[in-house]
C-alpha cells in the first residue's frame, strides 16, 4: 500500500465492548489504516442511529485532503482473502471506473456486472461492514435523511449508480446472533449463512459470465433476413374468441412468421392444460423437422420495440452462444448477465406469451416428467440453464382481465402490467451501466 494510511473508522456502540474488542483485533498490525473507534449514535430505530454516525463521520471527522476513507461495522472480518495490495489495486480500479462506493464483500446484491476480474458492479446490496466511500458521494449522504423504514445499505444504493464490490469478499460480518442495526439479523447462523450463499452464487454467475461472454458474436454469419420465415405456434382455446381476434391482429402484416393456430388441451386445471398443449406443439415441430420455434400464448402482444431485424438477429446470435431457450420478455426473472446490450442470460424467467426453442430442447421437454401441478414458465426455467431474455421487450402479456391458467391474475388486478413495468426497470438499470462500462471497455469477457 501507499506510505500514506487510509482513514478508516469504525462504528460501535458503547455498551458493544467485546466488539470493539473484536474489531481492535482485526486491524491490530495492519498499518494500512489509520483507525478511529467512532461511538454510534444510540437510537431506538438502529438503522437510523448508524445512519446519523455516517453522516457524522463525513461531517465533522474526514480529514479535508481525503479523496475517499473507509468505514466499517463493529462486525467487519477479514476474509483469507484480504491482502494490502488487493485493496490498493482495487481502489485504483474503482476511481478509474468513478466508483462512489467500493464494497469489501455483501451479503446480498439485487443485479451485477463483471466490470474486471475482481470488480463488479451492482445496483443494490446489502452489507456495509468494510465501505470504502469517495468523496463525490460526501454531499448526497449529507443532504439525504433515512426514512425510518429504510436499511443504511439500501439507503446508501439509492444515491448513485457507481456501486462496486470485490470479489472474492475481502470482508464479511462476524456472526453475534444478533443485530442492532438489522432486527431480521438476530439470530444466530443468519448473517454467516447470506455471506456464504451469496458468494457461492456469485461463482455460479461469475462462471456463466464467463462461458458465455467468451462467445464473441459479431463471428456469427447473419444471412439475408427477408425471406426468413419461423415456425410460430399460437395456443388457443376455441372458446376465446377475442383473445383469437387479438392474436391475429398482432401477426397481420408480418410474414416473418408462419403462424400456425394450435386449439389448446382444455382441463380443468389451466396450466396442466398448458403444458399437454406445448407437448403437442413439441410433438408437431418433431414432425416437421423445425430447428427452431416460437410459442405464443393468445395474450402476447407486441411491443413498439419490436421489429424483424432486431428478432432474427437475436435469434440466430442466441443460437450461436449455446440458447436453449429465448423470451420475448418475461414479467419475473432473478439475475440476469448481460451477453450482448439486447440479450442477457437469466437464471430463471416467468411468462411464457413469447417464447422461441431451439431444437435441442425438444427431446429434453417431451422427456420431463410432469403431474396436475406443473407450471409451463418453471418448467422451462427448470430444464435448461442456457436461457436468455431480449431487452428491450418485443412481447408483453395483454391484461384481458382474466386468466385461464395463473389463478393471481384473476384476483389481482393489474398485475400484468406491474409484473412486466418491474422487469423492464430492472433490466433498463442493467443495461444502462452494460452501455457505460462496454463503452469504455471494461466489461470482463
Not at 30 to 38: A, D, P, Q, W, Y
Request: glycine letters at 4%; hydrophobic letters at 40%.
Amino acid at each position: 500500500m501507499e506510505e500514506k494510511s487510509i482513514s478508516t473508522f469504525v462504528i460501535n456502540l458503547k455498551k458493544r465492548t467485546e466488539r470493539k474488542k473484536n474489531i481492535q483485533k482485526e486491524f491490530r498490525s495492519r498499518k494500512e489504516f489509520s483507525l478511529t473507534i467512532v461511538e454510534a449514535e444510540e437510537n431506538k430505530n438502529g438503522a437510523i442511529g448508524l445512519w446519523n454516525t455516517i453522516k457524522h463521520i463525513l461531517q465533522d471527522l474526514v480529514p479535508a485532503q481525503n479523496e475517499y476513507i473507509i468505514i466499517c461495522e463493529d462486525d467487519h472480518q477479514f476474509t483469507e482473502h484480504y491482502s494490502p495490495e488487493y485493496l490498493e489495486a482495487a481502489i485504483a480500479a474503482a476511481i478509474e471506473k468513478k466508483a462512489d462506493i467500493l464494497l469489501g464483500g455483501v451479503s446480498w446484491f439485487e443485479n451485477f456486472i463483471q466490470v474486471s476480474e475482481k470488480l463488479f458492479w451492482t445496483s443494490n446490496f446489502s452489507g456495509l461492514q468494510f465501505t470504502v466511500i469517495f468523496r463525490n458521494l460526501f454531499p448526497a449522504i449529507l443532504n439525504s435523511p433515512l426514512e425510518y423504514f429504510m436499511a443504511a445499505d439500501y439507503q446508501l444504493a439509492s444515491l448513485t449508480d457507481n456501486v462496486m464490490f470485490l470479489y472474492p469478499f475481502i470482508s464479511i460480518q462476524k456472526d453475534y446472533g444478533y443485530s442492532d442495526a438489522t432486527p431480521k439479523n438476530n439470530s444466530k447462523g443468519i448473517v454467516a449463512n447470506l455471506f456464504v450463499s451469496t458468494a457461492n452464487r456469485l461463482k455460479i454467475l461469475k462462471d456463466v459470465n464467463e462461458t458465455f461472454g467468451v462467445k464473441n458474436t459479431s463471428q456469427a454469419t447473419i444471412p439475408p433476413l427477408e425471406n426468413i420465415t419461423i415456425p410460430t405456434y399460437v395456443i388457443n382455446l376455441p372458446e376465446r374468441v377475442e383473445r383469437l381476434q387479438h392474436i391475429k391482429s398482432q401477426f397481420a402484416e408480418k410474414p416473418e412468421f408462419d403462424v400456425t393456430i394450435v386449439e389448446a388441451c382444455k382441463h380443468e386445471i389451466g396450466a396442466y392444460g398448458l403444458w399437454q398443449s406445448i407437448l403437442k406443439i413439441i410433438n408437431m415441430a418433431v414432425d416437421n423437422d423445425d430447428d427452431v420455434i416460437i410459442i405464443c400464448e393468445d395474450d402476447h402482444q407486441f411491443t413498439s420495440d419490436y421489429s424483424k431485424e432486431y428478432l432474427l438477429k437475436n435469434i440466430i446470435e442466441a443460437h450461436y452462444q449455446g440458447a436453449s431457450y429465448l423470451s420475448g420478455g418475461t414479467g419475473r426473472f432473478g439475475y440476469a448477465i448481460p451477453l450482448t446490450e439486447n440479450r442477457y442470460w437469466v437464471n430463471h424467467c416467468l411468462s411464457a406469451q413469447f417464447v422461441v426453442l431451439y431444437k435441442k430442447l425438444f427431446p429434453v421437454i417431451l422427456s420431463e416428467p410432469y403431474d396436475e401441478t406443473v407450471v409451463a414458465d418453471l418448467v422451462y426455467s427448470d430444464i435448461t440453464s442456457n436461457k436468455m431474455v431480449l431487452y428491450p421487450f418485443i412481447s408483453i402479456q395483454k391484461d384481458f382481465g382474466y386468466s385461464d391458467v395463473t389463478e393471481i391474475h384473476n384476483t389481482s388486478k393489474g398485475i400484468v402490467n406491474r409484473l412486466f413495468a418491474e422487469s423492464e426497470r430492472k433490466l433498463d438499470t442493467i443495461q444502462k451501466a452494460f452501455k457505460k462500462y462496454s463503452s469504455t471497455g471494461d466489461i470482463a469477457v
